[in-house]
């Protein structure tokens, strides 16, 4: 309680009680209004308490909730799409590529598909990861890269459970006993000299008659691969396994046999098509 | 009653129980400005005549920019993320001239303010434009300072009432036509009075007339010189720009003191000149005494000057009793020493270097804007990749800012990698077409034979030629291979 009234003797105005390292404050008064305002603030935090949720445990009389709001924009956007996404599942590829718009929609649509569902094991944009995923980024394809083949692989997987799947079966040659540990090297050494990287010219040799009598079949005479039966390219520069000759000669022995699963049932058909049209765009296609 | 420096200890609260403190709140003392003639008040109808055309007229100019484009010569298309100014189209990424622009109206703000005081406050200020509007509608229908107190003062009756109503429906409508205005310069001005008259107009621009119809109503017709004491932090920091030497609204108090009635025929000897007639409080649209000093409240308007000015000529005495003038001069005058006026001082060169400065800076930004812009962005997932003939790709992402109506094309080239192949997704040739007015994105390859890739990370530059123009975008970017 002060004991004193103090006025300020220039300006004839009270002088309030506080005071901070010998400063003091005159009153001088606000108008009502402002007052007011603040009343008003109070009572739309009151308002506010009561339809909105700003207690715990009580969500407002107008059960209203930012989760649900976002439910259901995302609902919106999704409806907005439809209509895209329809067109783009009845359209055949090259004609989905063709046209500028749902071209665009399906590479941006593509990108965020494949960051949910393939990077994993093929990598943040298709760079691919050591132990048998392929790099998609590349121009080398086992199985085909036009749109068509790409669309085919995701949708079917390769040795999926899928009634459709890709599969090609290499023969497990040293496992099954079907060439010698020296054949096998051998084979290793010409597989090497294709792409210029053997060591050994006499052993290359031996191993080109071996491989003409029992690889040329499915990669190819001059080793180039064919895609239709899923048989690597093994005059290239890109090895799945490795590129040195102990890995050749380990993929001869006993063959990886690598899977990828079947995505139809798991994703739409539209959604494949992105997947497909997304791939093909990031650099190799063909 | 006991005196301790410069406070009055007025008595003991406690013994006299009588004695009760000032309240915190205080009620608003209404202001009714008096009607005024003069030089100050001609500039004021001036400038309100001036800024208001400017602010109705401005959305209804038209500038053709062409087909597909809007006409209006000044527009913010927000759906669009567009502003049109005259010739000049500004992006989202351009957001920097609106900054700057801004810039240079605060420096210019402070500039004229330490020359003049507060001539943006009194004459061109919305709130002061649309305040001194709404005082003249009000005079006009309820008559002068004495009728209106006078109204006010009335009990209600239904003249009273009619008069009221009659105030404020021309209030409204103002208002109305204000914030239809504002919508505007956001919306094709013909289409949306168009659909606005009709009813047809959507939601959100619905919101915002009458958010400003609202706004301007309130503010200019109840809220008024309240805004500027306190709502507006202009004010309180405005004698930050002040000094001895700026141009302020002033009281001659060496000449008007001591101040006093005067009877027809007494002589001026040993008296001020100022009769004390208070035609200066009863002018002043926020209701202060000038003879108290320069204040807060006071907006610089001069209105004061000039019934001041009215009065001096009825008693026969020289004007400019109350005038504009500096501190430094009322000093020498009361001292009777010789006038001295300093337009350049520290505070002057410095915002006048920074207004320059900031125009310059905005000038320079205008002459080097470019119709189109190029960014380049290495892939990074993955860095390289090795192609099936050992051949190593580097990847980029070229986005073209195409700011003219019309289609361009552009030829992208690597310079500072021998040997590179350059080709570009999804397309034959190295010709990129870049849609009118719109970003186009493109992914582009560079490839080297592997025994010409360099080891690790190289510069290089993706130059970005206008084909039409032959003016060539250069942009550094890297060029990745294995290291060895």
């Known amino acids: ?120 094991c093929h990598g943040q944009g298709g760079a691919g990861r050591p132990g048998g995923f392929p790099a998609l980024v590349d121009d080398d394809w086992i199985w085909g890269g036009s749109p068509e083949a790409i669309h085919q692989t995701i949708a079917y997987g390769i040795r999926s459970s899928h009634d459709e799947t890709r599969v090609s079966d290499m023969p497990r040659f040293g496992a099954d006993g079907l060439l010698t540990r020296e054949s096998i090297g051998d084979v290793a050494e010409y597989v090497l000299s294709l792409s210029g990287t053997a060591e050994d010219p006499a052993a290359a040799k031996r191993g080109g008659v071996i491989f003409t009598e029992n690889c040329a079949v499915c990669h190819g005479e001059d080793g180039r691969g064919i895609a239709d039966v899923g048989a690597p390219d093994l005059a290239d520069a890109i090895w799945l396994y490795g590129g040195d000759r102990a890995s050749v000669a380990a993929s001869i022995t006993s063959p990886h046999g690598g899977v990828m699963p079947a995505w139809t049932g798991r994703l739409d058909e539209a959604t494949i098509k992105m997947l497909a049209l997304y791939v093909h765009g990031l650099g190799g296609g063909e | 009653m006991t005196m301790v420096g410069d406070i009055v200890v007025v008595e003991d609260a406690v013994s006299t129980k009588a004695r009760k403190r000032d309240p915190l709140y205080v009620d608003r003392v209404r202001v009714y400005p008096k009607r005024v003639h003069g030089t100050f008040r001609r500039v004021k109808w001036a400038a309100l005549i001036v800024l208001l055309a400017i602010y109705y007229i401005a959305p209804w100019l038209r500038w053709d920019r062409g087909p597909g484009a809007p006409d209006q010569a000044f527009l913010i298309d927000m759906p669009n993320r567009r502003a049109y100014f005259l010739w000049l189209e500004i992006w989202p990424q351009e957001v920097y001239f609106l900054m700057g622009l801004l810039i240079i109206a605060a420096f210019g703000l402070f500039f004229v303010t330490s020359l003049a005081g507060r001539v ?8 002061t434009v649309w305040t001194d509007l709404y005082m003249w509608v009000e005079r006009l229908i309820e008559g002068d300072r004495n009728a209106r107190i006078k109204l006010d003062a009335a009990p209600l009756s239904a003249g009273k009432l009619a008069i009221k109503s009659t105030k404020h429906g021309a209030w409204l409508a103002i208002a109305a036509l204000t914030g239809g205005a504002w919508i505007m310069y956001f919306n ?168 320059l400065l900031a125009s310059g800076l905005m000038a320079a930004g205008l002459a080097a804007r470019t119709t189109s812009e190029v960014t380049v962005q290495h892939e990074r997932n993955p860095l390289f990749v090795t192609l099936s003939d050992g051949a190593i790709r580097n990847d980029y992402t070229i986005k073209i800012l195409n700011k003219e109506r019309l289609a361009r094309h552009f030829v992208v080239s690597v310079e500072g990698l021998a040997g590179a192949r350059v080709w570009i997704e999804g397309q034959e040739g190295l010709a990129l077409a870049a849609a009118a007015d719109a970003v186009t994105t493109a992914r582009v390859h560079v490839a080297v034979p592997g025994a010409a890739a360099p080891a690790g990370s190289s510069e290089i530059v993706v130059a970005i030629t206008d084909i039409a123009s032959n003016a060539t975008a250069r942009h550094g970017s890297v060029f990745v291979g294995p290291e060895r």
């Open chain 2, 120 to 127: 943006w406050c009194g004459y061109a200020c919305p709130q």
């Open chain 2, 188 to 355: 094709d001005a013909p289409t949306v009075i168009g659909a606005l008259v009709t009813g047809a107009v959507s939601l959100k621009v619905t919101f915002f007339f009458g958010l400003f119809t609202a706004t301007t109503y309130l503010l200019a017709g109840w809220s008024r010189e309240q805004v500027c004491t306190y709502m507006c932090p202009w004010p309180r920091f405005q004698s930050a720009m002040f000094d001895e030497d700026t141009y302020v609204v002033t009281y001659q108090a060496w000449r008007g003191e001591p101040r006093g009635k005067r009877k027809k025929g007494e002589s001026w000897e040993g008296r001020g000149h100022c009769v004390d007639c208070n035609q200066c409080v009863a002018v002043c649209p926020t209701g202060i005494d000038i003879r108290d000093g320069s204040q807060l409240e006071c907006i610089g308007c001069g209105l004061c000057i000039d019934a001041c000015d009215g009065v001096m000529s009825k008693v026969g005495l020289p004007s400019h009793l109350i005038t504009l003038d500096t501190q430094s001069h009322q000093a020498a005058r009361t001292a009777g020493r010789p006038l001295r006026y300093r337009v350049v001082r520290p505070r002057t060169i410095l915002y006048a270097a920074l207004l």
């Open chain 1, 1 to 120: 309680m002060p004991t004193k009234l103090e006025k300020d003797a220039i300006t004839g105005m009270e002088i309030r009680d506080h005071e901070w390292d010998g400063l003091r404050e005159l009153n001088t008064p606000l108008p009502k209004w402002w007052v007011y305002i603040l009343y008003a603030t109070i009572l739309w935090s009151a308002v506010y308490v009561v339809l909105y949720p700003g207690v715990p445990g009580f969500r407002g009389v107008l059960d209203w909730a930012q989760r649900e709001e976002i439910v259901d924009r995302l609902a919106e956007s999704r409806a907005a799409q439809a209509a895209r996404l329809d067109r783009m599942g009845a359209s055949d590829l090259a004609a989905v590529a063709a046209d500028p718009e749902l071209g665009a929609f399906a590479i941006a649509g593509g990108r965020a598909a494949f960051a949910d569902n393939c990077a994993p």
